[in-house]
């Protein structure tokens, strides 16, 4: 079966646990990705925050599943923390848009303790204008 170019530019965004009203807030970063068959690897493009994210996606049909790492920006609201996790996303064989969920470990300030946390993932081609 043939795979699918997924190289170049892409809109990463997830959305998690807001510490500051009740809801969730989004995360979002602009990614190049390289890929080797059914293996892509994408990484953050730099940006001002100097936060940092880490994507590896194993892609099988229609299903793309694989880890992720991040380091929070520096001067944030995390102060550099650095979180991994693993998710499943679908994948639009048409467009390419990818859409799941994330799950990774993170400190509960009210619980006082780690504990696993989701949320809602997409990862988008950018379309050049």
């Known amino acids: 079966m043939k795979v699918s170019d997924f190289s170049g530019l892409w809109?990463?965004?997830?959305?998690?646990?807001?510490?500051?009203?009740?809801?969730?807030e989004p995360s979002e970063y602009q990614m190049e990705s390289h890929q080797d068959g059914d293996t892509l690897v994408m990484e953050s493009v730099p940006n001002e925050e100097g936060s940092y994210m880490l994507v590896r996606l194993k892609l099988d049909g229609e299903i793309a599943t694989g880890n992720w790492h991040e380091t929070t920006?520096?001067?944030?609201?995390?102060?550099?923390?650095?979180?991994?996790?693993?998710g499943q996303l679908t994948i639009d064989p048409k467009t390419h848009y990818m859409e799941g969920k994330w799950a990774g470990a993170g400190y509960d300030h009210k619980l006082k303790k780690m504990r696993i946390y989701s949320g809602n993932w997409e990862i988008s081609p950018v379309r050049e204008s």
């Open 11 to 24: 809109r990463c965004v997830y959305w998690f646990p807001s510490n500051r009203f009740v809801g969730e």
């Open 73 to 86: 920006s520096p001067t944030g609201e995390f102060k550099g923390a650095t979180y991994s996790g693993a």
